[in-house]
């Protein structure tokens, strides 16, 4: 991160708006519709002002705007801007406009003022009172003009947010990034690795692709306000049979897991384990067998728990399966004895409450941290930072290289098929970066990873916590086979496995070892993604613990 931001001009978003549309334009040309086309066409013939008005706007919520509430003092003058914008039929003043619009965009005291008469004796009522109110004695859109009667001066209607919503998904290839990373990136906030964007490795194939995700996004987001379960059914029917390519498969799961989940909460029982079945993600599995057995289904929800057992996705499934088997055998009569659990270190540790200066409680990891930390053997608070820094470290290279369907655009902290299941086969680099943890290189390859790449977002590595001092203190006291056992781990399923590590680690530079410590204060568990590394530290014979703390 740099603490001396930049001072950016004042018209900085209208280069970044060009640039994406000169991105999208050079890229995805062939994709883009009618309205698309003609959009960028007209934009790029505007006057400078013009075009900063129409971004100003676009980036704001919308799609009602009063003259009387924008001032940007880099556009000379606003009205002859917006004249031209409304030549080119790119904002509007006679589109009829909604209540709910309208009242967005009024305050309390100018709705009493507009609708005094409707309004009468409810001064003191709350503002969703008075629409709820107002909405009983209008029903049909208006003109703002007609709405208002001229009284707060001009107002302009923008709608092109389904336009640009589209050109940010062509450019960034997800739904959650937008313009502000542009403007991280100008003020030195953020840095990113300078990958290759191959044109030929395009996140979307065709405009079938494209209009794909974006239905299936439209449908994650009404599931987030979905109230009932009418709703939730009128939403299951709008899920499409089949998608294009694997990359929608695989979110078309997901919202399938998602939607069945808020049925089952539902009581539709049916519906959601037709959902589940036309998912192969996890927990789709899982579920079908609990809605069965909640059917008392038990011999069918046996079947499908051994096959879970069998050919398990991922270790977290394997997990609750075998967490399910016990309980659910009985109730077929079936006897099945539990795998012996491997055999986790543990200490008991009485310790006083602290206070900080503030007056608050320290954490008990802190606590404990506190009473083990010692200049010969300092104790730190890592928890999934340290791992996961080494590993991003690590696997810098193989990271950011390019292949299809990694990146889609230059702000990327991760490669878009990190998690997915092809992630390692599609870059057998990886096996030269096994072949550095067989001797001493993997100490000076991410060393120089560090030093080269020290700023520059990486979804793994936290710089404000991997130091240099950290990072020579681990890579000396952790040994190579460990590292790479745990690197080993976080590849099998990296979206899984890069949490639930032990949250202290000490290190021992005098023997060149260390410990990690999970730490567990009154009444706290061992959750199911900190179980399975304390499993696996055991079997493999990696130090770790855990401390159960009692108070003093």
């Known amino acids: 991160m740099n603490n001396l931001a930049p001072d950016l ?46 971004v100003r706007l676009s980036s704001r919520k919308g799609p009602l705007f009063r003259r009387d509430k924008l001032d940007y003092s880099e556009i000379a003058s606003l009205d002859l801007a917006a004249q031209q914008l409304l030549d080119a039929k790119l904002l509007q003043t006679e589109t009829p406009i909604a209540l709910d619009v309208l009242c967005n965009s009024l305050t309390k005291p100018e709705l009493l003022l507009l609708f005094g008469e409707q309004l009468a004796g409810l001064k003191q009522a709350r503002k969703d009172v008075l629409i709820q109110t107002i909405a009983s004695h209008f029903t049909e859109p208006r003109r703002w003009q007609d709405w208002t009667h001229n009284q707060f001066g001009t107002a302009w209607y923008l709608d092109n947010q389904r336009i640009i919503r589209t050109l940010l998904l062509l450019f960034f290839g997800n739904a959650y990034q937008d313009l502000t990373e542009f403007v991280l990136q100008d003020l030195g906030v953020f840095r990113y690795e300078n990958y290759i964007i191959d044109q030929q490795y395009r996140i979307f194939k065709s405009r079938t692709e494209l209009d794909q995700y974006q239905h299936l996004v439209q449908l994650r987001e009404q599931l987030d306000i979905a109230p009932h379960s009418e709703s939730l059914i009128a939403l299951a029917a709008q899920i499409p049979a089949h998608c294009d390519s694997e990359k929608l498969q695989r979110r078309r799961a997901k919202l399938c897991n998602q939607l069945a989940y808020a049925l089952e909460r539902n009581n539709e029982y049916t519906l959601a384990l037709q959902l589940y079945e036309q998912s192969h993600l996890p927990p789709a599995r899982e579920r079908r067998i609990r809605l069965l057995e909640k059917q008392e289904k038990y011999t069918h929800a046996w079947t ?87 590993f991003g470290l690590w696997l810098w290279p193989e990271m950011f290289r390019s292949t299809e369907g990694a990146f889609a655009n230059p702000f990327q902290a991760a490669p878009l098929d ?135």
């Open 304 to 390: 499908l728990l051994t096959q879970l057992l069998e050919q398990p996705l991922d270790e977290q499934e394997l997990q609750v399966a075998q967490r399910m088997a016990p309980r659910l055998a009985k109730k077929i009569s079936l006897k099945m004895t539990k795998p012996a659990p491997a055999s986790i270190r543990m200490q008991q540790l009485q310790l006083p409450k602290l206070i900080d200066e503030q007056g608050s409680a320290i954490r008990v990891e802190e606590i404990v941290r506190r009473s083990l930390d010692s200049d010969s053997a300092p104790c730190l608070y890592a928890e999934n930072a340290l791992f996961s820094g080494l």
């Open 9 to 54: 001009a004042p018209d900085y978003y209208l280069k970044n708006f060009r640039f994406l549309l000169d991105w999208v334009d050079e890229r995805y040309a062939d994709l883009l519709n009618v309205d698309e086309q003609h959009f960028i066409q007209q934009f790029n013939q505007l006057d400078h002002d013009a075009q900063c008005l129409l």
């Open 418 to 552: 990190m998690y997915q299941e092809d992630f390692v086969i599609k870059r057998p680099g990886i096996n030269a970066l096994w072949a550095t943890l067989e001797s001493d290189e993997y100490c000076h390859h991410i060393r120089q990873i560090w030093k080269e790449k020290h700023g520059i977002a990486n979804h793994f590595v936290n710089w404000s916590f991997i130091t240099s001092d950290l990072l020579d203190i681990a890579l000396h006291s952790i040994p190579a086979h460990h590292l790479s056992l745990i690197f080993k781990r976080f590849l099998f399923d990296i979206k899984n496995n890069r949490s639930g590590l032990p949250d202290l680690i000490q290190f021992y530079p005098a023997q060149k070892s260390y410990r990690m410590i999970e730490v567990k204060g009154p009444g706290d568990r061992i959750q199911d993604n900190q179980q399975r590394w304390l499993d696996y530290f055991a079997a493999q014979g990696i130090p770790a613990e855990v401390c159960y703390v009692s108070w003093q």
